[in-house]
Nanobody, 124 residues
Framework: VQLQASGGGLVQPGGTLKLSCVASGFTLSAYTVSWFRQAPGKEREWVSAIRHTDTNPRYADSVKGRFTISRDNAKNTAYLQMNSLKPEDTATYYC??????????????????WGQGTQVTVSS
């Protein structure tokens, strides 16, 4: 079982990036996939999720309207499209799989497996 996150990089404010999370060893659509991020000196925070029980995406208020989560079942891959990036989006981004209830979707402890993280830096 493995999650492989990629797609991070250095981008100017207002720019875009698309992160990918490739799953192996399990069927991604059978699980909730969430993206989290962690900035230096801060706790890991939940960013977005697409649940296994429905396809309605969920977003943290800080990224709503700018980020879009999606999943390609044929490729067993989840994505996070990030538009209008801000310096405060700078962090290491992680994908994770689990089966949280909707109320626990932000809980880091609930998730079974994590990708290795991909660095996103937004700076001019």
């Amino acid at each position: 079982v493995q999650l492989q996150a990629s797609g991070g990089g250095l981008v100017q404010p207002g720019g875009t990036l698309k992160l990918s999370c490739v799953a192996s060893g399990f069927t991604l659509s059978a699980y909730t996939v969430s993206w989290f991020r962690q900035a230096p000196g801060k706790e890991r925070e939940w960013v977005s999720a697409i649940r296994h029980t429905d396809t309605n995406p969920r977003y943290a208020d800080s990224v709503k309207g700018r980020f879009t989560i999606s999943r390609d079942n044929a490729k067993n891959t989840a994505y996070l499209q990030m538009n209008s990036l801000k310096p405060e989006d700078t962090a290491t981004y992680y994908c994770a799989r689990g089966r949280p209830s909707l109320g626990a979707i932000r809980n880091v402890q609930i998730y079974y497996d994590w990708g290795q993280g991909t660095q996103v830096t937004v700076s001019s």
